[in-house]
């Protein structure tokens, strides 16, 4: 863990867990019902395959939470329910940060910035709910619980989807919360994608060539989830991260087989050991993952299962991958979180005048685009080499655009509109960099390259493209001093003349911006594009 969390009693006179009224899945749960977040599925439905349909419909249309609690071969099994679709819209982020509803992309990421400028440690308690329940030996059976097959080619039933995969440097004592993929392959194993070059494959490399201990938690509050599928610098640990968002300490106890931490009242956790022995791996995949291709099958490593804790009537918390126009899930959701977090290291490097930063939803944060107050020739450059040096640029950050301050990142025909006039190929706006490490599951690298097991990582090359006004550009007199033409304006005159006679005109449409997005007038409009 990160610090010397500090000690405190949970358990009634009877030595029984007590009932926690800390944040965990079900008081999450109440926030969502409560704001009419929450849907309960009491109809029959097949966990091949038909859950993962309801979830992908539902996440295209924006729904509620998913709370299954009739699935089919699991009506009287260990676990009975599973929840879905949580956090996968962005009223659902709003709750989840406390901020009202509206609150803006931009708000948010702000909003982000300063929660994880604030870290709030945990802290060890002895016990609670999530000891309700200890599974060992024979008793283990993962197939008890409702794990989906959730796309048709999938190789089989993932598990590990939308949960905490915990694990701890051996050097710093700091723990890992990580969001990999893994699949059941026996009663008591889970075959593991484990990338070298990530948090917990360096952790791996420390034990060998010993067994690595591991602990998976399913189902606490979703700050976990979004934290876990978060690219925090190596130095911070997730539990302060969560600790931050939600305004107090994490509750953890120790783990009963392995010499970890989790949360007090988590629904379930599973504990075991991963062997790095290659000897041991076993095939992991076929699996829809993020880009929205099917990925391949190969040999993986094995996390062989040595206990199971959960609490009375444990709820599954799981989610489906792919991400294509129009269809975004719940991983794509966390880029609020991995945006601020970029924003947060740009700025300990030292470099300043960003005044945005959004990575793209659609891509999981493979494109990342950085508004800025330009200051100085190669202000772009320097952006894009830092963001490609970080830990998280394996999956992050493949192609890099920088625009100034009038650009509105968050709309395509801003960013379309600069890409048309501020950019010029031949002139040195687009670079690349690499061929270097890169995203294994891009398709747009032949599989040979991709190969994990082989290089530690996927295979980018990288582009900028800078998308700021040239200071090659002298200033001109007839540009009234300035490196660019001016824009075209509308006089605030003749702007509130029109805007007083517009029912007059009988046009039959309100006065708004050309997308209808927001109540601005043009001359507002014509301020968002200064003249520089």
Known sequence: MSTAPTLSGTADSAGQPDQHTGPDLRSWLDTLESAGQLSRITAAVDWDEEIGAITRANLCLGGPALLFENITGHENTRCTKLLTS???????????LG???????????????EAFRNPVPPRIVETGPVKQNIIAGADIDLREFPVPKWHGEDGGRYIDTFCGVITQDTVTGRDNIGLYRGMIVDRDKIAKLLVPSQGWGGHMAQYKPEPMPVAVVYGWHDVLTFCAGSPFPKNICEWDMMGALLGRPVDLVACESVPLHVPATA?????????????????????????????????????????????????????????????????????????????????????????????????????????IQKRYRGHAQQIASALWGTGGSMWFHKNVMVV?????????????????????????????????????????????????????????????????????????????????????????????????????????????????????????????????
């Open 267 to 371: 629904e379930i956790v599973v504990e075991g050991y991963i062997d790095p022995d290659p000897a041991t791996f076993v095939m992991e995949g076929p699996f829809a993952e993020y880009p929205g291709f099917i990925g391949d099958a190969a040999p993986a490593p094995v996390l062989r299962v040595t206990r199971i804790t959960h609490r009375d009537d444990p709820v599954l918390r799981g989610t489906l991958e792919g991400i294509r126009p129009g269809l975004l899930n719940e991983d794509s959701i966390v880029n609020f979180a991995r945006s601020a977090i970029s924003w947060n290291v740009l700025d300990d490097l030292g470099i300043g005048g960003i005044t945005d930063l959004w990575m793209s939803e659609v891509t999981n944060g493979q494109n990342t685009v950085v508004q």
């Open 404 to 532: 100034e301050e009038d650009i509105d990142i968050h709309d395509p025909a801003a960013l379309d509109w600069a890409m048309s006039y501020r950019v010029n190929a031949g002139r040195g706006d687009i670079a690349f960099f690499g061929p270097g490490l890169g995203s294994s599951l891009d398709p747009s690298t032949p599989p040979e390259r991709n190969d994990t097991n082989k290089y530690g990582s996927g295979e980018w090359t990288r582009m900028l493209i800078d998308a700021t006004r040239s200071w090659d550009i002298d200033p001109r007199p007839a540009w009234g001093g300035r490196r660019f033409p001016p824009t075209d304006r509308l006089a605030p005159e003749l702007e509130a003349r029109i805007a007083a006679r517009w029912q007059e005109y009988g046009i039959g449409i309100p006065y708004l911006d050309d997308a209808g997005r927001e109540r601005l007038t043009l001359a507002q409009l014509s301020a968002r594009m200064p003249q520089v």
């Open 99 to 113: 901020l009202p509803e509206g609150t803006g992309d931009s708000a948010m990421v702000r909003h982000l910035r």
């Open 86 to 96: 949580a956090i996968g819209s962005r009223r659902q982020v709003q709750l989840l």
